[in-house]
């Protein structure tokens, strides 16, 4: 652009001097302030005259340009202008163009353009050793690692992010400090949350491998501090020390810990839900007391009430939407943790998560269907499956490399079905992890349900989602969901690859994991079916087949655990298969068919201990419980046995070691074992026991606890509202499937005389029963009301088209039948002819002349 003539020389020196005091006011979050930035900038860089800036100013300016460009989210702006200045390579603004691309969502070329950075000394960002040169190089880097997540490449971004935070520079300018490290720290969780596999830490010992998050310095004071329940018993005093500052970190640190639970114990489960329970505090405590209309009463002095309540309406709804994931995750923790009581939290929290949700008209799809989903899994067995399968999310092509967001204000169709008014949800926006996990879930209730076409449908959906990571910056990705009834009744499916879901596993094994899955399930449609046209077992033995071949091309041994896990699972389905009722020495032979890493599990070990000791192999069980380091069972093993003192002496010495820190557990089990060896010492034990268990109530807390609520029908009792409660595992004591036991004979027939006496009273009130009155049924109940004997009207035609035509009840079944007894006939007239009589009638003896014709007059 050329200057124009009221343009002196030194336009740009003046506009420098105005650039600099406008950056001293740090104004950044004024967007009238950094409009004008902006037209600064653009008036240096491109309306001087015959003097040009130095190549050092321009440099400097074409910087603060393009963040002033970001700041006001002018993305397109950053692209166009490094396009069309950097012909020849002279300027480098790879950081503010990668962070423009990444924020348009354009991640294969921000991919580009970091890499072919790296040729630059000075933006190294895949240096070898792992460390960066200054803070430029580092936001890079995580930059390039949020583009790596967004891509589905998760092992790739999990080393990146391993780099960042494994930096070593010791110049105090580059030094990331507490803050940026819990944002980078929470950023690496996240990732590793979205792409996980079941099975994938089994290592080759039996034990779970721990990654280097957890290893984190920062991580685990995080758990030592909050995840054993302290920060609950400071109590007022030192309340504002004690809150989570950055609780998106505890979250996320939870919700990791909840993810790979299958490779954790029960123990590191609770811990996660004690974070989530610090987390839910600090997001609301938070949240609410940073209100602005707090701030500007503050400094003014004078507030509009009307301004300061909406405000705090605002700052109400932030804090119950940054809480209500949080406490979806705590709903899942109670599930996993078992228990009638934690699953029927579970289930209120999940039911008053999907109604505010839906009431409040917020965008939080992906919470509406993750809570959905896990409520399916609650309600499964305790409603129709029709309902549970509304209730499975629907997937979408969109997924997180595409950051959308539900159509729907209400995050899924409004239309309900007439019955438990189960709503359609649809699952945008979500993780690799969830739409396999739901896609799968929608096959299993296929199968369920005998639906092989929908069954066959959504694994075939499965099946090429496993393939797809990313679907590319120019994809026009479709937000229809898959397996969705549309019109005409036809169920839709993917048309192109751009309409596939992108859940890619994060290997190969891991995709070969979740195929041998589907093709189980696919074998028990089969089975089910009873198809002619495959063999299920076929389909199975072929399942294993493959994850025998995918193990063998592993050269990582640290990769096979999900393949390891799988494989188990198919060959007990197999075993469960082939012999249905198997005693202790089948399901013993069914687990040394296992992989050996798994039969080396901590939990499989257990398993074996408990099946040799019920089948009275006692030195068998003890050797197990003993190799495993496990006091604690190898004590419950003893007191089964009634090896009394043996057990006494185990946990005495546990209490010993651990004291004040040992768990209840083994405190109780002590009381019971020296009940029978010593039972003043018992008492003694058993005291102190309950003096450490003095329950303190917060009335706060009770005051703020929501009411359960639940619309209970008519005649509805308690017993219904716990057979919601879905099966998943729980404490001693609790009755699980198949173990209930059956009512007495004589119990149900009085409890069925009792109703029926209530309600024939019911009746007799209301008029329409008299106990007095015959009860018998009536005969001619089934001849229509206008041709029964007792009728009047109609009483020519009523036995008309009564014939007993196979049978019949009434008058006029009787009269066709009598009709029919010949020996009856002859019995009434005592032998004699049934026909007209002729006995009154006289034989004439006149002579009658016969005329010779014609009538008689």
């Given amino acids: 652009m050329a200057a124009s003539n009221d343009e002196a020389a030194t336009t740009w020196q003046e506009s420098i001097a105005e650039l600099q005091s406008l950056l001293d006011a740090s104004l950044e979050d004024n967007r009238d302030a950094n409009l004008q930035l902006s037209s600064l900038c653009s008036t240096i860089i491109f309306n001087y ?103 589905g490449e998760t092992n790739e971004a999990d080393q990146l992010y391993s780099k960042i935070l494994s930096n070593t520079n010791s110049e105090e300018d580059n030094v990331m400090d507490a803050d940026e490290r819990e944002d980078t720290l929470s950023n690496a969780l996240a990732n590793r949350i979205a792409n996980y596999t079941p099975g994938s830490m089994l290592k080759q010992d039996g034990t779970s491998m721990v990654s280097w998050l957890e290893e984190d310095e920062s991580i685990r004071q995080l758990i030592e501090s909050y995840g054993e329940g302290g920060g609950e018993e400071g109590g007022d005093e030192g309340e504002e020390e004690e809150m989570l500052q950055n609780y998106d970190l505890a979250y996320n640190l939870a919700t990791y810990m909840l993810v790979s639970s299958d ?60 809480a209500g994931p949080i406490r979806a995750n705590l709903a899942l923790a109670n599930v996993l943790l078992g228990g009638e009581d934690n699953e029927m939290d579970a289930l209120r929290t999940y039911l008053t998560l999907l109604t505010k949700t839906v009431k409040s008209g917020t965008e939080q799809g992906n919470l509406l269907a993750t809570s959905s989903n896990n409520l399916a899994l609650l309600r499964d067995g305790k409603e129709s499956v029709f309902d549970v399968l509304k209730r499975i999310p629907i997937t979408s092509s969109l997924s997180v490399s595409e950051n959308g967001v539900s159509d729907s204000k209400n995050g899924g169709k409004k239309k309900k079905d007439k019955g438990g008014g189960v709503s359609i949800v649809p699952l945008v926006g979500a ?61 839709k499916t993917p048309t192109s690859s751009d309409d596939v879901p992108t859940a890619r596993p994060s290997s190969d094994a891991e995709i070969a994991s979740w195929k041998a899955q589907a093709d189980w399930l696919e074998s028990e449609l089969v089975r089910i079916s009873e198809s002619k046209d495959k063999n299920s077992d076929d389909i199975l033995q072929g399942a294993i087949a493959s994850l025998d071949k995918a193990t063998d091309a592993i050269t990582n041994g640290e990769e096979s655990g999900a393949l390891l896990h799988t494989k188990s699972q198919l060959l007990l389905h197999k075993a469960a298969l082939a012999n249905p009722e198997l005693n202790a020495d089948g399901i013993i032979g069914a687990l040394e068919s296992l992989p050996l890493p798994v039969q080396s599990c901590p939990g499989t070990k257990v ?29 419950e093993f003893r007191l089964e046995r009634r090896q009394y003192q043996q057990a006494v002496d185990l946990l005495e010495g546990i209490v010993e070691e651990q004291g004040s820190d040992a768990p209840m ?193």
């Fill in 263 to 322: 490779a954790r114990s029960q123990s590191q489960v609770v811990q996660a839900k004690s974070l989530l329970e610090q987390a839910e505090k600090s997001a609301l405590t938070i949240l609410e007391s940073s209100s602005p209309a707090e701030e500007d009463d503050d400094e003014d002095g004078d507030t509009d009430p009307a301004n300061d309540d909406e405000e705090k309406q605002k700052m109400l709804l932030l804090a119950e939407t940054e």
């Fill in 607 to 635: 398993t074996f201990a408990s099946l040799y000791g019920s089948s009275n192999n006692d030195e068998k069980a003890e050797q197990l419980l003993s190799d495993l380091g496990n006091d604690i069972a190898l004590a």
């Fill in 431 to 491: 993780t690799p992890q969830q739409v396999r996990t739901a896609l799968f879930n929608r096959a299993l209730l296929f199968a369920k349900m005998g639906n092989a076409t929908g069954c066959m449908e959504a694994l075939d959906v499965l099946r090429a989602s496993l393939l797809v990571s990313y679907h590319g910056d120019d994809s026009k990705a479709s937000r229809s969901g898959f397996a969705t009834s549309g019109k005409g009744k036809k169920k």
């Fill in 49 to 151: 005259c015959d003097e040009s800036p130095p190549d050092s100013v321009l440099t400097a300016v074409r910087t603060i340009y393009l963040r002033v460009l970001l700041n006001l989210g002018e993305y397109s702006k950053v692209v166009e202008f490094h396009s069309k200045n950097n012909n020849d390579g002279s300027t480098n603004n790879t950081l503010e163009v990668a962070y423009a691309l990444y924020r348009l969502r354009k991640y294969d070329a921000c991919r580009k353009l970091i890499v072919s950075s790296t040729s630059n000394a000075a933006a190294n960002t895949v240096d070898e050793e792992g460390s960066s040169n200054n803070v430029t190089d580092r936001v890079l880097m995580h930059i390039h690692a949020q583009t790596l997540y967004r891509l």
């Fill in 665 to 857: 557990e083994v405190r109780a089990m002590l009381v019971k074992a020296l009940s029978y060896t010593d039972p003043e010492q018992a008492e003694e034990v058993a005291e102190s026991l309950l003096e450490a268990t003095s329950v303190e109530l917060d009335g706060e807390k009770l005051e703020t606890m929501e009411i359960p609520r639940f619309a209970k029908k008519a005649g509805d009792s308690s017993s219904k509202v716990r057979k919601t409660i879905a099966a998943t595992g729980g404490g001693k004591g609790r009755v699980r499937a198949g173990e209930r036991k059956k009512k007495n004979r004589d119990a149900i027939l009085r409890k069925r005389a009792k109703q029926r006496e209530a309600y024939l009273s019911k009746l007799e009130a209301e008029g329409r029963y008299d106990p007095k009155q015959n009860t018998k049924p009536d005969p001619e109940r089934w001849i229509p009301k206008s041709q029964r004997s007792y009728n009047r009207r109609g009483r020519r035609s009523r036995n008309k088209g009564t014939g007993a035509q196979g049978g019949g009840a009434g008058a006029g079944m009787e009269k066709d039948a009598a009709k029919l007894d010949v020996a009856a006939r002859l019995a009434a007239n005592d032998g004699q002819s049934s026909g007209p009589s002729t006995a009154n009638m006289k034989v004439s003896s006149s002579g009658a002349r016969k005329g010779k014709g014609g009538r008689r007059r």
